[in-house]
């Protein structure tokens, strides 16, 4: 087993006055030639929007872009047509393939709102863009894990689809209890982000904000020392 420890406090910044963002892997004006990604995940962005503040119409082309609220609501709007609210709870899909543009934007005149933006590149290029969302009950996410994207051919009825072999999970777990992760796929890696709490990986410890990547094994085991919310990205490799 092999892995990567990524401290809160290694991650690339940003501060906009409307916008703060910590940066996983290189982004914007953060590069580092040592956090181009991992694996097929390229970008972790972990943004703060302040109240009637938000992203202007910009293109993307040829990225899965997943989007999950941590609180907040996220105002929506595309070149698809598409005009909605995300929330927490809910997570949002697109796939760029040949094109398309989009707006982000807080409508909230006094809350803030703070959501995880991820990029994996697809397996395949040149696709029909489209956009999905859904809700789902966090209650199936009590000290399990709960699958919410998947690769599009997959036996996951309820995860939302991308054109790559990936999976997001989501999880919250109570204290005191030992956790086996078992990969889809051996050839795979997951990236561990930490969103509060702190748990255990070999000898590696993670708290809130955190993150390790683990490859080269069938299962990870993960020791929640304190009650723990935590998203895990499996994606392939190479």
Same mark, same amino acid.
């Given at each position: $087993?092999?892995?990567?420890?990524?401290?809160?406090?290694? /991650?690339?910044?940003?501060?906009?006055? #409307?916008?703060?963002?910590?940066?996983?892997?290189?982004?914007? *004006?953060?590069?580092? @030639?040592? /956090?181009?990604?991992?694996?097929?995940?390229?970008?972790?962005?972990?943004?703060?929007?302040?109240?009637? $503040?938000?992203?202007?119409?910009?293109?993307?082309?040829?990225?899965?872009?997943?989007?999950? @609220?941590? *609180?907040?609501?996220?105002?929506?709007?595309?070149?698809?047509?598409?005009?909605?609210?995300?929330?927490?709870?809910?997570?949002?899909? $697109?796939?760029?393939?040949?094109?398309?543009?989009?707006?982000?934007?807080?409508?909230?005149?006094?809350?803030?709102?703070?959501? !995880?933006?991820? #990029?994996?590149?697809?397996?395949?290029?040149?696709?029909?863009? /489209?956009?999905?969302?859904?809700?789902?009950?966090?209650?199936? /996410?009590?000290?399990?894990?709960?699958?919410?994207?998947?690769?599009?051919?997959?036996?996951?009825?309820?995860? !939302? #689809?991308?054109?790559?072999?990936?999976?997001?999970?989501?999880?919250?777990?109570?204290?005191?209890?030992?956790?086996?992760?078992?990969?889809?796929?051996?050839?795979?890696?997951?990236?561990?982000?930490?969103?509060?709490?702190?748990?255990?990986?070999?000898?590696?410890?993670?708290?809130?904000?955190?993150?390790?990547?683990? #490859?080269?094994?069938?299962?990870?085991?993960?020791?929640?020392?304190?009650?723990?919310?935590?998203?895990?990205?499996?994606? @392939? $490799?190479?």
């Amino acid at each position: $087993m092999k892995t990567i420890y990524h401290k809160a406090n290694s /991650r690339g910044k940003a501060d906009h006055g #409307w916008l703060k963002s910590h940066h996983s892997f290189s982004f914007a *004006s953060y590069q580092n @030639p040592d /956090r181009m990604g991992f694996g097929q995940l390229r970008v972790l962005n972990d943004d703060i929007v302040k109240p009637k $503040m938000g992203f202007g119409t910009h293109p993307h082309q040829n990225m899965e872009i997943i989007s999950i @609220p941590l *609180s907040g609501a996220l105002s929506h709007k595309d070149s698809m047509d598409n005009k909605r609210a995300i929330t927490v709870g809910e997570v949002q899909v $697109m796939s760029a393939g040949t094109g398309l543009q989009h707006s982000e934007f807080n409508d909230s005149r006094t809350e803030e709102v703070n959501f !995880l933006q991820l #990029w994996i590149q697809p397996q395949e290029l040149g696709v029909a863009p /489209r956009y999905e969302q859904k809700e789902f009950d966090q209650k199936n /996410r009590e000290n399990k894990f709960q699958t919410v994207v998947a690769p599009k051919d997959n036996s996951i009825d309820d995860a !939302l #689809w991308i054109h790559q072999q990936a999976y997001i999970s989501l999880g919250n777990f109570d204290a005191s209890q030992t956790i086996n992760f078992k990969l889809n796929d051996a050839s795979h890696g997951i990236y561990i982000f930490v969103l509060e709490g702190e748990i255990e990986v070999g000898d590696q410890t993670l708290e809130t904000k955190d993150a390790l990547g683990v #490859w080269e094994t069938e299962n990870v085991a993960i020791n929640v020392k304190e009650n723990s919310k935590m998203v895990v990205i499996e994606v @392939p $490799m190479n």
